[in-house]
């Protein structure tokens, strides 16, 4: 791997936080650049901040000496934003990364798109499924990732990793685990008509992993599914909680069709933060059944590490929030 200077475009959010803190932990003496429309919340010594926003090439004030990008730059909260706001920055935004790439002989880039691509069903997806988007997200991410991929074929030289997260949790998170651990630490989980939904995950350290793993790979070109093999279903999330850190913890399985009823009548206080919205509850209704088949043909993605991923988790966070 080249030893110029890395581009994190998307740097001060969850996963390139912890991404951008690794990198000074392996090459400290390589410069490291933050490229975000906010600051990160603390920046690591040895690391660049650069206000700008993929959205507009013009503001793309970097050095010469850029080697590396990892593409992380995305509107992603569902729901959240209007349906043009991911469009704007997931695919506009890849369409001036890849031109700033072009631009200055940059040949290689990591971008992580999501499993939305594959959309909702039930049916276990893997590398090889054919895309079924329905969310904006979903549509979006798809073609920020022909886009890179369009960038990837003008030129032999070129390498692209792309990868698909799963449900991504850890130490900053801020969204679908940490409120699951809010509610777990309040003493009552309600499952929303089933508990058998398969929720695909990832914690962010073991990502990260895969992400220098990738890259070192000799494939010019890599696709592949961000998660654990273990197909975990919703109450084995509540329980692996339930065991190790909230063990007081009762749990309700109350229909569907009411929970639906009373987060459609509680949805205005979505806004304020007590995390109630219809999409949610359908979020937990339905599985995210993806498997990890390229981690799994190079020897990448071992079972059973959930347990040990919240009890990281919780030493780094010890109240989880």
Known sequence: MSDGAIVVFGGSGFVGTHLVRRLKRLEPDRPVIIFDRRAPKTLPGGVQFIEGDVRRSGSFELPDNVSQIYNLAAVHTTPGHPTHEYYETNVLGALNITEYARRHGINSILFTSSISVYGPSEQTKSE????????????????????????LAEK??????????????????????????????????????RKDTIKACFYVEDLIQTFEYALKHESRYILYNGCYPDRYTLQDIVETFRKNHFPGVKTILVPKTIMLAAAAALRPASAAG???????????????????????????AKNGQLSGAIDRWHEQSPTFI
Not at 128 to 151: D, Q
Not at 159 to 184: D, K, M, Q
Not at 274 to 294: A, C, E, F, Q, Y
Request: overall charge positive.
């Open 156 to 193: 032999s030289e070129r390498r692209l990793v792309v990868c698909r997260p799963a449900v991504i949790f850890g130490p900053g998170e801020g969204g679908n685990f940490t409120r699951l651990a809010s509610l777990l630490k309040r003493g009552i989980f309600v499952y929303p008509g």
């Open 128 to 151: 090889h499924t054919p895309v079924a988007p329905e969310s904006a997200y979903g549509w979006s991410k798809w073609l920020a990732e022909e886009i890179h991929r369009s960038w």
């Open 274 to 300: 007590l995390g109630i919205h219809p999409d949610r509850i359908m979020k937990l209704v339905r599985s995210t059944d993806i498997t990890p088949g390229w981690l799994q043909e190079q020897n990448q």
